[in-house]
Protein backbone atom coordinates (compact mmCIF):
# COMPACT_ATOMS: atom_id res chain seq x y z
CA UNK A 1 0.00 0.00 0.00
CA UNK A 2 1.16 3.49 -0.92
CA UNK A 3 1.70 6.01 1.56
CA UNK A 4 -1.24 8.36 -0.01
CA UNK A 5 -3.24 4.89 0.20
CA UNK A 6 -2.54 4.54 3.54
CA UNK A 7 -3.49 8.10 4.24
CA UNK A 8 -6.66 8.00 2.22
CA UNK A 9 -7.32 4.47 4.66
CA UNK A 10 -7.08 6.66 7.55
CA UNK A 11 -9.21 9.34 6.90
CA UNK A 12 -11.91 7.06 5.28
CA UNK A 13 -11.81 5.64 8.43
CA UNK A 14 -12.13 9.39 10.52
CA UNK A 15 -15.32 9.53 8.23
CA UNK A 16 -16.60 6.18 9.29
CA UNK A 17 -16.05 7.02 12.91
CA UNK A 18 -16.60 10.73 13.43
CA UNK A 19 -18.65 12.34 10.48
CA UNK A 20 -22.05 12.31 10.15
CA UNK A 21 -22.35 14.25 5.85
CA UNK A 22 -25.38 16.34 4.59
CA UNK A 23 -28.09 15.12 2.61
CA UNK A 24 -26.16 11.71 2.23
CA UNK A 25 -27.20 7.97 2.93
CA UNK A 26 -24.15 6.76 5.29
CA UNK A 27 -24.36 3.23 4.24
CA UNK A 28 -24.41 4.22 0.81
CA UNK A 29 -21.72 6.63 0.92
CA UNK A 30 -19.28 4.89 3.35
CA UNK A 31 -19.20 1.96 1.03
CA UNK A 32 -18.68 3.76 -2.53
CA UNK A 33 -14.71 4.83 -2.52
CA UNK A 34 -15.97 8.16 -1.03
CA UNK A 35 -14.13 11.41 -2.33
CA UNK A 36 -11.61 13.48 0.40
CA UNK A 37 -10.53 16.46 -1.35
CA UNK A 38 -7.28 18.03 -0.15
CA UNK A 39 -7.12 20.76 -2.56
CA UNK A 40 -8.36 22.51 -5.05
CA UNK A 41 -7.21 24.49 -7.90
CA UNK A 42 -8.81 26.36 -10.38
CA UNK A 43 -11.69 24.44 -11.77
CA UNK A 44 -10.70 21.36 -10.73
CA UNK A 45 -10.52 19.30 -7.07
CA UNK A 46 -7.46 17.27 -5.73
CA UNK A 47 -8.32 14.18 -3.60
CA UNK A 48 -6.02 12.86 -1.01
CA UNK A 49 -4.86 9.90 -2.89
CA UNK A 50 -3.66 13.03 -5.73
CA UNK A 51 -6.37 12.15 -8.40
CA UNK A 52 -7.47 15.35 -10.07
CA UNK A 53 -11.19 15.97 -11.01
CA UNK A 54 -13.43 18.48 -12.89
CA UNK A 55 -15.37 20.20 -10.06
CA UNK A 56 -18.41 19.58 -12.62
CA UNK A 57 -20.89 21.47 -10.32
CA UNK A 58 -18.52 24.01 -8.55
CA UNK A 59 -18.57 22.47 -5.67
CA UNK A 60 -22.53 22.28 -5.18
CA UNK A 61 -23.24 26.09 -7.63
CA UNK A 62 -21.02 27.60 -5.19
CA UNK A 63 -17.56 28.58 -7.02
CA UNK A 64 -17.58 31.06 -10.00
CA UNK A 65 -13.77 31.79 -10.32
CA UNK A 66 -11.90 28.64 -9.24
CA UNK A 67 -10.47 27.15 -6.02
CA UNK A 68 -7.63 29.60 -4.77
CA UNK A 69 -8.48 32.49 -6.34
CA UNK A 70 -5.34 34.72 -5.31
CA UNK A 71 -7.57 37.71 -5.00
CA UNK A 72 -9.96 36.25 -2.87
CA UNK A 73 -7.59 34.36 -0.90
CA UNK A 74 -5.43 38.34 -0.51
CA UNK A 75 -8.84 39.82 0.76
CA UNK A 76 -9.67 37.63 3.62
CA UNK A 77 -5.59 37.81 4.68
CA UNK A 78 -6.41 41.76 4.53
CA UNK A 79 -9.60 41.66 6.35
CA UNK A 80 -7.66 38.90 8.96
CA UNK A 81 -5.28 41.58 10.12
CA UNK A 82 -8.36 44.17 10.64
CA UNK A 83 -10.75 41.97 12.74
CA UNK A 84 -12.42 38.37 11.83
CA UNK A 85 -15.85 39.16 13.04
CA UNK A 86 -17.71 41.54 15.43
CA UNK A 87 -21.54 41.49 16.06
CA UNK A 88 -23.87 43.30 13.53
CA UNK A 89 -26.65 43.24 16.23
CA UNK A 90 -27.26 47.08 17.26
CA UNK A 91 -23.61 47.58 15.68
CA UNK A 92 -22.09 47.81 12.25
CA UNK A 93 -18.85 47.04 10.27
CA UNK A 94 -16.53 48.49 7.57
CA UNK A 95 -16.96 45.88 4.79
CA UNK A 96 -20.47 44.72 5.99
CA UNK A 97 -21.65 48.02 5.14
CA UNK A 98 -19.74 48.32 1.41
CA UNK A 99 -20.95 45.09 0.72
CA UNK A 100 -24.79 45.91 1.04
CA UNK A 101 -23.99 49.00 -0.71
CA UNK A 102 -22.24 47.18 -3.52
CA UNK A 103 -25.69 44.62 -3.95
CA UNK A 104 -28.17 47.55 -3.86
CA UNK A 105 -26.38 48.81 -6.78
CA UNK A 106 -26.45 45.29 -8.64
CA UNK A 107 -29.98 44.02 -7.48
CA UNK A 108 -32.99 44.96 -9.73
CA UNK A 109 -34.17 48.31 -8.84
CA UNK A 110 -36.64 49.25 -5.96
CA UNK A 111 -34.47 46.72 -3.69
CA UNK A 112 -32.82 48.94 -1.22
CA UNK A 113 -31.77 47.05 1.60
CA UNK A 114 -30.03 44.23 2.86
CA UNK A 115 -30.40 41.99 5.79
CA UNK A 116 -27.50 39.09 5.87
CA UNK A 117 -27.77 35.96 7.61
CA UNK A 118 -25.31 33.09 6.49
CA UNK A 119 -27.30 30.69 3.94
CA UNK A 120 -29.62 30.19 1.15
CA UNK A 121 -32.06 28.84 3.59
CA UNK A 122 -31.77 31.42 6.41
CA UNK A 123 -32.11 33.69 3.55
CA UNK A 124 -35.77 32.58 2.24
CA UNK A 125 -36.49 32.26 5.96
CA UNK A 126 -35.61 35.98 6.79
CA UNK A 127 -37.88 36.68 3.80
CA UNK A 128 -40.73 34.82 4.69
CA UNK A 129 -40.59 36.29 8.27
CA UNK A 130 -40.19 39.90 6.67
CA UNK A 131 -43.43 39.21 4.34
CA UNK A 132 -45.37 37.59 7.26
CA UNK A 133 -44.97 40.53 9.86
CA UNK A 134 -45.12 43.27 6.71
CA UNK A 135 -48.44 42.70 6.81
CA UNK A 136 -49.17 42.88 10.42
CA UNK A 137 -47.71 46.53 10.28
CA UNK A 138 -50.06 47.19 7.86
CA UNK A 139 -52.75 46.06 9.44
CA UNK A 140 -53.68 43.40 7.06
CA UNK A 141 -52.50 39.89 9.41
CA UNK A 142 -54.66 37.88 7.78
CA UNK A 143 -52.04 37.48 5.19
CA UNK A 144 -50.45 34.61 6.15
CA UNK A 145 -50.07 32.45 3.69
CA UNK A 146 -47.84 31.58 0.80
CA UNK A 147 -47.94 30.20 -2.38
CA UNK A 148 -45.34 28.47 -3.50
CA UNK A 149 -44.49 26.30 -6.80
CA UNK A 150 -44.41 21.81 -6.72
CA UNK A 151 -41.16 20.90 -6.84
CA UNK A 152 -39.65 23.77 -5.32
CA UNK A 153 -36.48 23.99 -3.11
CA UNK A 154 -35.42 27.13 -0.91
CA UNK A 155 -33.17 25.30 1.43
CA UNK A 156 -33.68 22.26 4.31
CA UNK A 157 -34.97 24.29 7.66
CA UNK A 158 -38.21 24.29 8.76
CA UNK A 159 -39.94 27.25 6.82
CA UNK A 160 -38.02 26.48 3.58
CA UNK A 161 -38.76 23.28 3.24
CA UNK A 162 -42.66 24.56 4.31
CA UNK A 163 -42.43 26.89 0.71
CA UNK A 164 -40.46 23.94 -1.18
CA UNK A 165 -41.95 21.55 -3.40
CA UNK A 166 -40.28 18.17 -3.10
CA UNK A 167 -42.41 15.33 -2.21
CA UNK A 168 -39.89 13.24 -0.30
CA UNK A 169 -39.13 16.22 2.17
CA UNK A 170 -42.72 17.00 2.68
CA UNK A 171 -43.65 13.15 2.81
CA UNK A 172 -40.72 12.74 5.73
CA UNK A 173 -41.20 16.27 7.79
CA UNK A 174 -44.68 16.83 6.76
CA UNK A 175 -46.16 17.63 10.51
CA UNK A 176 -43.68 19.70 11.31
CA UNK A 177 -44.41 21.88 8.16
CA UNK A 178 -46.50 24.99 7.58
CA UNK A 179 -48.94 24.76 4.93
CA UNK A 180 -48.84 26.90 1.89
CA UNK A 181 -50.63 27.16 -1.66
CA UNK A 182 -48.92 24.81 -4.06
CA UNK A 183 -48.87 25.95 -7.74
CA UNK A 184 -47.66 24.24 -11.06
CA UNK A 185 -44.31 25.48 -11.96
CA UNK A 186 -44.36 24.80 -15.67
CA UNK A 187 -42.48 21.53 -16.83
CA UNK A 188 -42.95 21.52 -20.78
CA UNK A 189 -41.31 18.47 -21.42
CA UNK A 190 -43.65 16.56 -18.80
CA UNK A 191 -46.65 18.34 -19.86
CA UNK A 192 -48.93 16.78 -22.15
CA UNK A 193 -49.33 19.76 -25.19
CA UNK A 194 -47.27 22.36 -26.03
CA UNK A 195 -44.44 25.05 -24.02
CA UNK A 196 -47.48 27.71 -24.74
CA UNK A 197 -49.99 25.74 -23.29
CA UNK A 198 -47.80 24.44 -20.32
CA UNK A 199 -47.23 28.27 -19.35
CA UNK A 200 -50.94 29.10 -19.83
CA UNK A 201 -51.83 26.36 -17.78
CA UNK A 202 -49.28 27.11 -14.85
CA UNK A 203 -50.32 30.59 -14.93
CA UNK A 204 -53.90 29.97 -14.71
CA UNK A 205 -53.18 27.96 -11.65
CA UNK A 206 -51.59 31.02 -10.29
CA UNK A 207 -54.25 33.23 -11.42
CA UNK A 208 -56.84 31.16 -9.69
CA UNK A 209 -55.23 30.69 -6.17
CA UNK A 210 -54.71 34.33 -6.25
CA UNK A 211 -58.63 34.83 -6.84
CA UNK A 212 -59.67 32.13 -4.35
CA UNK A 213 -57.47 33.02 -1.44
CA UNK A 214 -55.78 36.63 -2.27
CA UNK A 215 -56.79 38.84 0.97
CA UNK A 216 -55.27 35.78 3.11
CA UNK A 217 -51.74 35.54 0.66
CA UNK A 218 -48.83 37.28 1.71
CA UNK A 219 -46.39 36.22 -0.92
CA UNK A 220 -45.45 34.15 -3.81
CA UNK A 221 -42.08 32.58 -3.54
CA UNK A 222 -40.55 31.25 -6.85
CA UNK A 223 -37.53 30.32 -8.03
CA UNK A 224 -36.87 32.98 -11.17
CA UNK A 225 -36.19 30.78 -14.45
CA UNK A 226 -34.62 27.81 -13.33
CA UNK A 227 -36.24 24.94 -10.55
CA UNK A 228 -32.92 24.38 -9.03
CA UNK A 229 -32.56 21.17 -7.17
CA UNK A 230 -35.69 20.32 -8.39
CA UNK A 231 -34.50 19.26 -11.57
CA UNK A 232 -33.27 22.17 -13.48
CA UNK A 233 -36.74 22.94 -14.93
CA UNK A 234 -36.68 26.21 -16.89
CA UNK A 235 -39.66 28.43 -17.47
CA UNK A 236 -40.15 29.67 -20.44
CA UNK A 237 -39.77 32.51 -21.56
CA UNK A 238 -42.19 35.43 -20.47
CA UNK A 239 -43.78 33.31 -17.65
CA UNK A 240 -41.51 34.96 -14.70
CA UNK A 241 -42.88 38.67 -15.90
CA UNK A 242 -46.72 37.05 -16.15
CA UNK A 243 -45.94 35.93 -12.28
CA UNK A 244 -44.85 39.42 -11.61
CA UNK A 245 -47.71 41.13 -13.28
CA UNK A 246 -50.19 38.65 -11.25
CA UNK A 247 -48.23 39.53 -7.83
CA UNK A 248 -48.97 43.21 -8.63
CA UNK A 249 -52.46 42.70 -9.50
CA UNK A 250 -53.39 40.79 -6.36
CA UNK A 251 -51.21 43.32 -4.44
CA UNK A 252 -49.46 40.22 -3.20
CA UNK A 253 -45.30 40.30 -2.75
CA UNK A 254 -43.38 38.42 -4.70
CA UNK A 255 -39.85 36.85 -3.54
CA UNK A 256 -37.35 35.73 -5.79
CA UNK A 257 -34.90 33.15 -4.52
CA UNK A 258 -32.14 33.64 -6.26
CA UNK A 259 -29.73 31.64 -4.43
CA UNK A 260 -28.90 29.27 -7.14
CA UNK A 261 -29.32 31.69 -10.15
CA UNK A 262 -27.69 34.73 -8.76
CA UNK A 263 -24.12 35.81 -9.63
CA UNK A 264 -24.45 35.41 -13.34
CA UNK A 265 -25.27 31.63 -13.59
CA UNK A 266 -27.69 32.16 -16.08
CA UNK A 267 -25.87 34.97 -18.17
CA UNK A 268 -27.05 37.67 -16.29
CA UNK A 269 -26.32 38.83 -12.85
CA UNK A 270 -29.36 37.98 -11.65
CA UNK A 271 -32.19 35.53 -13.46
CA UNK A 272 -34.80 38.33 -12.86
CA UNK A 273 -32.85 40.69 -14.81
CA UNK A 274 -33.67 38.56 -17.93
CA UNK A 275 -37.01 39.95 -17.73
CA UNK A 276 -36.89 43.01 -15.95
CA UNK A 277 -38.29 41.76 -13.30
CA UNK A 278 -38.12 43.65 -10.01
CA UNK A 279 -39.63 41.17 -7.20
CA UNK A 280 -40.34 43.25 -3.52
CA UNK A 281 -37.74 40.33 -1.42
CA UNK A 282 -34.84 38.85 -3.58
CA UNK A 283 -32.52 36.19 -1.42
CA UNK A 284 -28.66 35.67 -2.27
CA UNK A 285 -26.27 33.49 -1.01
CA UNK A 286 -23.63 30.66 -2.91
CA UNK A 287 -21.74 32.26 -5.23
CA UNK A 288 -22.13 35.91 -3.57
CA UNK A 289 -18.91 35.14 -1.58
CA UNK A 290 -17.11 33.34 -4.37
CA UNK A 291 -17.59 29.97 -3.47
CA UNK A 292 -15.42 30.90 0.20
CA UNK A 293 -17.04 31.57 3.28
CA UNK A 294 -21.19 31.39 4.15
CA UNK A 295 -22.89 34.63 3.84
CA UNK A 296 -26.27 35.01 2.23
CA UNK A 297 -27.87 38.29 2.08
CA UNK A 298 -32.20 38.90 2.40
CA UNK A 299 -33.14 41.91 -0.01
CA UNK A 300 -36.46 44.23 0.71
CA UNK A 301 -37.51 47.28 -0.75
CA UNK A 302 -37.81 50.72 1.01
CA UNK A 303 -41.85 50.26 1.24
CA UNK A 304 -40.84 46.88 3.39
CA UNK A 305 -38.19 48.57 5.63
CA UNK A 306 -40.38 51.70 6.20
CA UNK A 307 -43.25 49.66 7.46
CA UNK A 308 -41.02 48.16 10.10
CA UNK A 309 -39.31 51.80 11.12
CA UNK A 310 -41.05 52.89 14.20
CA UNK A 311 -40.11 53.92 17.42
CA UNK A 312 -39.44 51.16 19.82
CA UNK A 313 -42.43 50.96 21.51
CA UNK A 314 -44.50 50.30 19.04
CA UNK A 315 -42.81 46.69 18.30
CA UNK A 316 -42.07 46.86 15.28
CA UNK A 317 -38.48 45.80 15.51
CA UNK A 318 -37.56 43.00 12.91
CA UNK A 319 -36.86 39.96 15.51
CA UNK A 320 -34.61 37.89 13.97
CA UNK A 321 -30.67 37.73 13.68
CA UNK A 322 -28.16 35.24 13.96
CA UNK A 323 -24.32 35.19 15.45
CA UNK A 324 -22.74 35.59 12.51
CA UNK A 325 -24.61 37.94 10.50
CA UNK A 326 -22.45 40.42 8.75
CA UNK A 327 -19.49 38.54 9.31
CA UNK A 328 -16.50 40.63 8.37
CA UNK A 329 -13.86 38.07 6.54
CA UNK A 330 -17.42 36.79 4.09
CA UNK A 331 -18.33 40.37 3.42
CA UNK A 332 -14.65 41.25 2.36
CA UNK A 333 -14.49 38.05 0.62
CA UNK A 334 -18.21 38.98 -1.20
CA UNK A 335 -16.62 42.74 -2.15
CA UNK A 336 -13.57 40.57 -3.70
CA UNK A 337 -15.57 38.41 -5.82
CA UNK A 338 -17.53 41.35 -6.91
CA UNK A 339 -14.54 42.93 -8.20
CA UNK A 340 -13.79 40.47 -10.41
CA UNK A 341 -17.14 40.22 -12.02
CA UNK A 342 -16.76 43.74 -12.44
CA UNK A 343 -13.28 44.14 -13.58
CA UNK A 344 -12.87 40.47 -15.88
CA UNK A 345 -16.19 41.00 -18.16
CA UNK A 346 -17.62 37.62 -16.10
CA UNK A 347 -21.01 38.02 -17.82
CA UNK A 348 -19.98 38.08 -21.22
CA UNK A 349 -17.81 35.09 -20.89
CA UNK A 350 -20.83 33.42 -19.39
CA UNK A 351 -22.54 34.27 -22.68
CA UNK A 352 -20.02 33.45 -24.92
CA UNK A 353 -19.17 30.15 -22.95
CA UNK A 354 -22.95 29.43 -22.87
CA UNK A 355 -22.86 29.50 -26.73
CA UNK A 356 -20.36 27.22 -26.96
CA UNK A 357 -21.81 25.03 -24.17
CA UNK A 358 -24.95 24.40 -26.10
CA UNK A 359 -23.07 23.16 -29.40
CA UNK A 360 -20.98 20.76 -27.62
CA UNK A 361 -24.06 19.24 -25.54
CA UNK A 362 -25.95 18.51 -29.05
CA UNK A 363 -23.63 15.56 -28.52
CA UNK A 364 -25.57 14.41 -25.20
CA UNK A 365 -29.03 15.34 -26.75
CA UNK A 366 -28.53 12.64 -29.34
CA UNK A 367 -27.87 9.85 -27.10
CA UNK A 368 -30.17 7.46 -26.52
CA UNK A 369 -31.42 7.51 -23.10
CA UNK A 370 -31.11 11.36 -23.11
CA UNK A 371 -34.97 12.53 -23.04
CA UNK A 372 -34.03 15.92 -22.62
CA UNK A 373 -30.92 18.59 -22.33
CA UNK A 374 -31.89 21.65 -20.42
CA UNK A 375 -29.52 25.03 -20.16
CA UNK A 376 -29.76 28.44 -19.21
CA UNK A 377 -26.14 30.13 -19.32
CA UNK A 378 -24.41 27.29 -17.56
CA UNK A 379 -27.03 25.88 -15.43
CA UNK A 380 -27.79 22.51 -17.13
CA UNK A 381 -29.82 19.60 -16.38
CA UNK A 382 -29.77 16.04 -18.49
CA UNK A 383 -32.42 14.10 -17.93
CA UNK A 384 -31.89 10.58 -18.10
CA UNK A 385 -34.97 8.19 -19.63
CA UNK A 386 -35.73 4.68 -20.12
CA UNK A 387 -37.10 5.21 -23.32
CA UNK A 388 -36.94 8.62 -25.62
CA UNK A 389 -39.93 8.06 -27.50
CA UNK A 390 -42.54 7.31 -24.34
CA UNK A 391 -40.45 9.77 -21.74
CA UNK A 392 -41.01 6.81 -19.46
CA UNK A 393 -38.63 7.23 -16.57
CA UNK A 394 -36.16 4.18 -15.46
CA UNK A 395 -37.41 2.87 -12.19
CA UNK A 396 -36.21 4.69 -9.40
CA UNK A 397 -34.43 1.47 -7.95
CA UNK A 398 -31.67 1.35 -10.60
CA UNK A 399 -30.32 4.94 -9.84
CA UNK A 400 -29.15 5.61 -13.25
CA UNK A 401 -28.61 9.13 -11.95
CA UNK A 402 -26.21 8.15 -9.40
CA UNK A 403 -24.33 5.43 -11.64
CA UNK A 404 -23.98 8.31 -14.43
CA UNK A 405 -22.08 10.48 -12.33
CA UNK A 406 -19.99 7.41 -10.56
CA UNK A 407 -18.70 6.81 -13.97
CA UNK A 408 -18.04 10.35 -14.74
CA UNK A 409 -15.96 10.48 -11.29
CA UNK A 410 -13.65 7.72 -12.36
CA UNK A 411 -13.14 9.55 -15.88
CA UNK A 412 -12.54 12.96 -14.00
CA UNK A 413 -14.93 14.75 -13.29
CA UNK A 414 -17.48 15.28 -10.06
CA UNK A 415 -21.10 16.33 -10.19
CA UNK A 416 -24.21 15.18 -7.96
CA UNK A 417 -26.88 13.74 -10.05
CA UNK A 418 -30.87 14.92 -9.01
CA UNK A 419 -32.61 11.81 -9.18
CA UNK A 420 -31.95 10.53 -13.54
CA UNK A 421 -31.40 14.22 -14.14
CA UNK A 422 -27.42 15.06 -14.00
CA UNK A 423 -27.00 18.63 -13.31
CA UNK A 424 -24.08 20.26 -15.32
CA UNK A 425 -23.12 23.65 -12.73
CA UNK A 426 -19.44 24.52 -14.36
CA UNK A 427 -17.98 27.08 -12.57
CA UNK A 428 -18.41 30.61 -14.61
CA UNK A 429 -14.74 31.02 -15.20
CA UNK A 430 -14.33 27.84 -17.01
CA UNK A 431 -12.78 27.90 -20.54
CA UNK A 432 -13.50 26.57 -23.76
CA UNK A 433 -11.29 23.44 -23.67
CA UNK A 434 -12.07 22.66 -20.44
CA UNK A 435 -15.57 23.06 -21.08
CA UNK A 436 -15.19 20.31 -24.43
CA UNK A 437 -13.30 17.74 -22.36
CA UNK A 438 -15.88 18.12 -19.26
CA UNK A 439 -18.50 17.42 -21.26
CA UNK A 440 -16.66 14.36 -23.13
CA UNK A 441 -16.44 12.88 -19.99
CA UNK A 442 -20.40 13.24 -19.61
CA UNK A 443 -21.15 12.13 -22.70
CA UNK A 444 -18.74 8.85 -22.46
CA UNK A 445 -20.25 7.85 -18.78
CA UNK A 446 -23.95 8.44 -19.88
CA UNK A 447 -23.14 6.26 -23.05
CA UNK A 448 -21.52 3.77 -21.01
CA UNK A 449 -23.88 3.32 -18.28
CA UNK A 450 -27.09 3.37 -19.85
CA UNK A 451 -26.40 1.10 -22.93
C1 LIG B 1 -29.12 26.02 -2.46
C2 LIG B 1 -30.40 26.74 -2.45
C3 LIG B 1 -30.97 27.21 -1.24
C4 LIG B 1 -30.39 26.88 0.10
O1 LIG B 1 -29.15 27.45 0.32
P1 LIG B 1 -28.22 26.88 1.50
O2 LIG B 1 -27.10 27.84 1.57
O3 LIG B 1 -27.80 25.50 1.06
O4 LIG B 1 -29.06 26.84 2.72
C5 LIG B 1 -32.12 27.97 -1.32
N1 LIG B 1 -32.69 28.24 -2.49
C6 LIG B 1 -32.20 27.79 -3.65
C7 LIG B 1 -32.89 28.16 -4.94
C8 LIG B 1 -31.04 27.01 -3.67
O5 LIG B 1 -30.57 26.53 -4.83
Redesign the pocket.
Known amino acids: MTERESRYDAYLEKNRRYLWNPFTQMKEYLHDEPLIVERGEGTKLIDIKGKVYYDGNAS??LNPHGHGRKELNDAIKEQLDQIAHSTLLGAANVPALDLAERLVGITPAGLNKVFYSD??????EIGLKIAYQYWQHRGESKRTTFISMKNA?????IG?VSVGGMDLFHATFEKMLFPTEKVSYPYPYRFQGTEAECMHAALAELEQSLQQNGECIAGVIV?PLVQ??GGMIMMPAGFLKKVEELCRDHGVLLIA?????GFGRTGEMFACDHEEVSPDIM?L??KLTGGYL?V?ATLTTDEIYDAFYADPHEMKTFFHGHSYTGNQLGCAVALANLDIYENEGVLEHVQALSRFTAKKLRQIAELEHVGEVRQKGLMIGIELVADRTSKAPYPADVGMGKKVCRRARQLGLITRPLGDVITFMPMLVTSEAEMEEMIAILAQAIAEVTV
Open positions: VWSGAAAVYHGDTAEGADEVATTGKPA
